[in-house]
C-alpha cells in the first residue's frame, strides 16, 4: 500500500478486487477498536472497491443492526480519519453483515457457506475472500479446520482468490508455533497465508524505514560509531478493560515484547534491505534477530545468576523481555523461511 497520507482524502492505492471480508472475533476488543475502524478507513479512501462486504463472525448472539451500532460507536472514537462523516459511515455499515456461531462448530460454517453465496450473488463480488483471525489465539486451530473441512479454503472458481490473516501471536512457544503452522499449511496454501502484526500499521513504525534511509541527515549517522543507544518506550493509554482473559494466559510480555517491541528494535537495526518488499525486509530484520539472539548466547548461564537486581519495574520488564526475545528469535531461527511471517 503506498504511503499515501491518511489526511490526504484520496485513495491510499489503485483499484481493488471485490471481496468478502469474514472477521472472526468481531465482537472482541481489537476488532472494535483496530480492525473495523481501519476498514473504514479504507473505505473512505476508496481502497476497499466499488462491492464490498464484511461479515462479523463470533460467539455473542447480535443481529446485523446491533452489531453496526456496536462497532460504529467504537469507530466514532478511533477512527484516524477524524471525526465520522454519517453519511460515510452509513454507506459503510450498509455492506456490514453480521453471523452468529461457535468456532468449533461444523454447522456454523455450513451455514456462512451459505449465507457468503447468497452476499456473493447479490453484490457480484466474484467469490474473493478473505478470512481475518482476530480472536483469542487458542481457538486459531479450531477456526483453521473447521474452514478446511467446510471448504471455505478454496477459491469458489477459477478467477477468485480466498486468502487468510492470522493475527499475533503465532502459537505461545516454538513448539505450539511449528503446531500451528502445520494445521495451517494442511489447510491453505502458504501463498494464501498472511501471518501479521497490527502494530507495523502505526503511522510512526511505517515512518522509520523512511527516517533512516530516506533522510540525508539521519542516514550516514544511523549506526555506532554515532548512536550510544536506543530506547524504546512502548506507552499504552488503556488498561486490561475486557481483555483479562488473554492477559491471564499470554501475559504482557508475550504481547508486547516478542511481537511489537521485537519489530520495532529490528526497524531500528536493519541494514538498507536489497528492495523494499515485503521478502527483503523481513530477510533483513531476521538478521538482525539472530545478530541479537548470539550476543544473548554468548552471556554465561551463571551471569544471569549473578545479575544484580532490577532497581525499577522497567528494568525488570527489560530483564525478563530479554529472556522472552532470546526464546523468541530461537523459534525464527529454527523456522523454515516459509514459516516466518510475511510482515
Known amino acids: 500500500m503506498p504511503a499515501e497520507s491518511t489526511r490526504s482524502g484520496v485513495s491510499y492505492g489503485g483499484a481493488t478486487d471485490p471481496c468478502t471480508v469474514i472477521l472472526f472475533g468481531a465482537s472482541g476488543d481489537l476488532a472494535k477498536r483496530k ?56 454507506t459503510f455499515a450498509s455492506n456490514l453483515h453480521y453471523h452468529a456461531g461457535d468456532y468449533s462448530d461444523p454447522q456454523a460454517y455450513a451455514n456462512l457457506a451459505k449465507r457468503l453465496t447468497e452476499l456473493e450473488s447479490e453484490k457480484n463480488l466474484g467469490g474473493n475472500r478473505l478470512f481475518y483471525l482476530s480472536t483469542p489465539p487458542e481457538v486459531y486451530p479450531d477456526i483453521i479446520e ?70 540525508g541527515i539521519f542516514e550516514p549517522l544511523w549506526n555506532r560509531n554515532y548512536v550510544d543507544h536506543v530506547q524504546i518506550t512502548a506507552g499504552e493509554t488503556l488498561g486490561v478493560e475486557r481483555r483479562g482473559g488473554f492477559y491471564e494466559t499470554a501475559g504482557a510480555l508475550r504481547d508486547m515484547i516478542q511481537s511489537h517491541v521485537l519489530q520495532l528494535t529490528s526497524l ?69 523461511p516459509n514459516a516466518l511471517p510475511k510482515s
Open 35 to 90: 480492525v473495523i475502524p481501519a476498514m473504514y478507513d479504507l473505505a473512505v479512501h476508496d481502497s476497499l472497491g466499488e462491492r464490498y462486504a464484511i461479515i462479523g463472525f463470533a460467539r455473542t448472539a447480535m443481529s446485523d443492526d446491533s452489531f453496526r451500532a456496536t462497532v460504529g460507536e467504537a469507530a466514532k472514537g478511533i477512527s484516524e480519519v477524524g471525526p465520522i462523516d454519517p453519511a460515510k459511515w452509513d
Open 146 to 215: 473447521q474452514l478446511g473441512k467446510a471448504g471455505l479454503s478454496k477459491p469458489a472458481n477459477e478467477n477468485s482468490w480466498v486468502r487468510v490473516i492470522v493475527e499475533k501471536p503465532f502459537g505461545r512457544d516454538l513448539a505450539t508455533a511449528k503446531e500451528l503452522n502445520k494445521k495451517v499449511q494442511c489447510v491453505f496454501e502458504e501463498h494464501q497465508v498472511y501471518r501479521i502484526d497490527h502494530y507495523l500499521g502505526k503511522d510512526t513504525v511505517q515512518n522509520l524505514l523512511v527516517l533512516r534511509f530516506g533522510n
Open 268 to 336: 531500528c537495526s536493519v541494514e538498507p534491505p536489497a528492495s523494499f518488499d515485503a521478502t527483503a525486509v523481513r530477510n533483513e530484520k531476521l538478521k538482525v534477530l539472530q545478530s541479537n539472539f548470539l550476543a544473548i548466547g554468548r552471556s554465561p548461564a551463571s551471569a544471569l545468576h549473578r545479575a544484580p537486581k532490577p532497581s525499577s519495574p522497567c528494568a525488570y520488564s527489560s530483564t525478563i523481555g530479554a529472556g522472552l526475545a532470546s526464546r523468541s528469535i530461537s523459534a525464527l531461527e529454527n523456522a523454515s
